[in-house]
């Protein structure tokens, strides 16, 4: 497989004038492109970045703050929509024990009871499903990063093996190699 981006296609795409320039905001981008790079465009690239692990681990712990807000405020709205509906759970309690309902209006109270209880359910679903999203969100942005630092304290392999498989010696025998 033939790596498509040269050095000032990836400058190019990054709207920096070389890769000394490269900030933050750009190494998520830049980690994206780098399996299309010729590996020594990214070898260049990861010399001239100042601090790069630095970098990269700052975007780690900009993304966990972010997500520890995010879930702190969600905690604080599912805690008031569930202190509203205990309180419409308390009001609709409250009527129905005064027991001068007739059965109709007790059946509609005791519908309504059950109305409230399907959305706290609901809201509990809701709230799980939320924090799943953010921690999926989260992992994948460390996940990201983590292979940017190794590429940039590894290298960057080339994965391409067709130049060694089944290729003929000058003898004209097939060399065979163990994958």
Do not use: W
């Not at 004038?17 to 020594?40: G, Q, T, V, W």
């Not at 419409?88 to 005064?98: Q, T």
């Not at 109270?109 to 359910?121: F, G, H, K, P």
């Amino acid at each position: 497989m033939r790596r498509a981006l040269t050095e000032n296609k990836v400058l190019k795409k990054l709207d920096i004038p070389d890769f000394y320039h490269l900030r933050k905001e750009h190494l998520i981008p830049f980690a994206s492109m780098m399996n299309r790079m010729d590996p020594e465009v990214v070898k260049k690239a990861l010399d001239q970045i100042p601090n790069f692990t630095a970098s990269a681990l700052d975007i780690v712990n900009d993304y966990k703050d972010i997500s520890f807000k995010i879930l702190e405020n969600n905690e604080e709205t599912v805690q008031e929509r569930v202190k509203i509906c205990i309180r419409r759970m308390d009001a609709l309690e409250e009527i129905l024990n005064k027991g001068d309902l007739s059965f109709e209006q007790e059946k509609d109270i005791l519908d309504e009871m059950n109305n409230v209880s399907c959305e706290m359910r609901l809201i509990d679903r809701e709230n799980k499903v939320f924090h799943l999203k953010v921690i999926v969100e989260v992992g994948a942005i460390l996940l990201g990063t983590i292979v940017v630092i190794a590429a940039a304290l590894g290298g960057v392999a080339n994965t391409d093996t067709s130049d060694h498989i089944n290729n003929d010696d000058k003898d004209g025998d097939k060399d065979e190699y163990i994958l």
